[in-house]
């Protein structure tokens, strides 16, 4: 258990948040899949990140860690050896659904398996396309859980209409594309994250995509590259609303990475009023970056729904904290897809935040919060969930009174030095 005794501080400074994730992930897979020396750098050492990294070694992959620079060295996907252990994916339904979906055009065995959390993350959304395009994986619940058997076998492309909006499934399909016979499509009637296919052809390949329909030839070869990860937004989203809440607060953050299909987060701080600027720098792997400046805010309660929803979906347990701090009502909605996250993210945030004082209800595809109510400290959950442990610590900046988060090591999968960057903002 961790006593967050913060006392009502002031932020000032500037910061790097650490690497994106899901770039970071997908750094050490295409490295993986393509021939050649693929470098990265500003890679996220967080525990996600690093069980994807420990599974591609047990494929025999070469991967070099210094610092934030990692080096893998592949002589192809063909040359991957097949391993002697279960492939241990941690928390990370990334690694999870995206290697079923790379193993599944292997010539290898493998049987992959996670923490408690991913033994309950549903999994039959990205293995029944799977077993479309002939994927021979077995499992839990026909299928539906881990741990997973992966007989890799020759792949057919498919046609797929995505039935929820999620960058993990269409980036297995894709994967698994690569290896399959034919032209594979993927429809999205809401766009999810497009690091999948700006990281194609950051490797080479050559993908279509128009207006939600991606598309894109098996057979392709992936060639080793250079890969700059930027600042993950989704952890920039923690000081964002805390630069916002805190009394006489002014947080910069650098080198944030503001992609268009994951920055839903600034529309909602612009629509609901948040002082702050931002400044774009440029492109890193085709991956806009910014500055972005936050100052103490007066804000007002908003909607948030429809298909800003993937753009902003693991930002919505902070942006619930932010929501209690602003006047008048904040509904979210069209967020069921939260109940399937490292936990059931609506009933998580509603029941801690109650613990606060907050007025907010939990409805059947989100929650309802009115605002502003002045939050009390107490003893709060994460339930594993790094992003709930971040919205507890952001809280305590706002209670006089501490708040006990337990298990707060959680935190260290997506944002290890977290706790230190919050120290070397506050100001008295
Ligand atoms: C991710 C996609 C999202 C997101 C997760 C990372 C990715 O999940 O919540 O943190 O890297 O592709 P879904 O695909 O389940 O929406």
């Not at 960058?167 to 999948?196: P, Y």
Request: proline share 4%; hydrophobic share 40%; charged share 20%.
């Amino acid at each position: 258990m961790k006593v967050i005794d913060y006392n009502r501080p002031s932020l000032r400074g500037a910061i790097q948040v650490p690497g994106d994730k899901s770039i970071s992930h997908r750094s050490v897979m295409f490295g993986a899949i393509a021939e050649g020396t693929t470098t990265v750098e500003g890679f996220l050492l967080g525990e996600d990140c690093l069980s994807t990294i420990d599974c591609f070694r047990k494929l025999g992959v070469q991967i070099d860690v210094d610092g934030t620079n990692v080096k893998i060295e592949s002589a192809g996907i063909d040359a991957w050896e097949e391993p002697k252990e279960v492939l241990y994916t941690g928390n990370s339904g990334t690694t999870t659904r995206l290697m079923l979906g790379i193993l599944s055009g292997t010539n290898l065995h493998t049987i992959m398996t996670g923490d408690a959390s991913i033994g309950k993350r549903p999994m039959r959304r990205v293995v029944d396309p799977l077993r479309q395009m002939g994927a021979q994986i077995a499992g839990r619940a026909g299928g539906q859980y881990t741990p997973l058997a992966i007989q890799g076998t020759e792949l057919q492309a498919i046609d797929y209409t995505m039935p929820v909006a999620s960058a993990q499934v269409k980036s297995a399909i894709l994967l698994a594309g690569l290896r399959a016979k034919g032209t594979t499509i993927v429809r999205e009637s809401e766009v999810s994250r497009d690091h999948t296919e700006r990281m194609l052809r950051q490797f080479g390949a050559k993908v279509d995509v128009t207006e939600g329909v991606v598309s894109f030839e098996g057979g392709q070869k992936l060639v080793g590259t250079h890969v700059k990860v930027p600042g993950d937004i989704s952890s920039a989203a923690f000081f964002l609303v805390a630069g916002a809440i805190a009394k006489d607060s002014e947080v910069v953050i650098e080198n944030v990475g503001v992609n268009e299909t994951r920055d839903g987060i600034i529309d909602v701080l612009t629509a609901m009023g948040a002082n702050m600027s931002m400044m774009v720098e440029g492109e890193t792997v085709a991956e806009p970056t910014a500055t972005i400046t936050i100052r103490t805010s007066h804000l007002h309660g908003t909607t948030i729904e429809g298909a800003i929803i993937p753009r902003l979906i693991d930002e919505i347990p902070i942006l619930a904290l932010l929501a209690t701090q602003a006047n008048g009502q904040t509904i979210i909605k069209d967020a069921e897809e939260l109940k399937v996250k490292e936990t059931d993210r609506i009933t998580a945030v509603v029941t801690e935040l109650k613990k606060l004082g907050a007025d907010i209800e939990a409805t059947d595809d989100g929650m309802i919060i009115n605002g502003p109510t002045p939050l009390q400290g107490g003893s709060l959950k994460s339930y594993g969930d790094h992003r709930i442990g971040m919205m507890a610590a952001v809280a305590a900046l706002i209670t006089d009174e501490p708040i006990q988060l337990d298990d707060a090591e959680c935190i260290a999968v997506s944002y290890p030095t977290f706790f230190e960057h919050v120290h070397s903002l506050i100001v008295r």
